[in-house]
């Protein structure tokens, strides 16, 4: 199992950012897929997740309005549309993917099998 993320960079508060995450040796389609981010001196915390189909959606409360993901299940690959960048969504941005037996999405760390190696966003002011 491989997840690949990449789009990461830099970018100024107010910039946009889309990351993506390809993923490969897994049933894609019937997996929750989540995003996840860790800043430096801080815990890994949830950002977005979304489920086999994409119909259902979560989001952490701070990126609400800001932030889109989506999954393309023909291309095996997730996104994360970031908008309206502040400097407080610096982190490591991680992709996850957990095989599930319903069409629904997970947001605890604990409850994700695969993870990607991290992608670097920094948002200056």
């Known amino acids: 199992v491989q997840l690949v993320e990449s789009g990461g960079g830099s970018v100024q508060a107010g910039g946009s950012l889309r990351l993506s995450c390809a993923a490969s040796?897994?049933?894609?389609?019937?997996?929750?897929m989540g995003w996840f981010r860790q800043a430096p001196g801080k815990e890994r915390e949830f950002v977005a997740a979304?489920?086999?189909?994409?119909?259902?959606?979560h989001y952490t409360d701070s990126v609400k309005g800001r932030f889109t993901i989506s999954r393309d299940n023909s291309k095996k690959s997730v996104s994360l549309q970031m908008n309206s960048l502040k400097p407080e969504d610096t982190a490591v941005y991680y992709c996850?993917?957990?095989?599930?037996?319903?069409?629904?999405?997970?947001?605890?760390?604990?409850?994700?099998?695969?993870w990607g190696q991290g992608t670097q966003v920094t948002v200056s002011s």
């Open positions: 979304i489920s086999w189909s994409g119909g259902s959606t």
């Open positions: 996850a993917a957990v095989f599930t037996f319903s069409d629904s999405y997970r947001t605890s760390s604990e409850r994700y099998d695969y």
């Open positions: 040796g897994i049933n894609f389609s019937r997996c929750a």
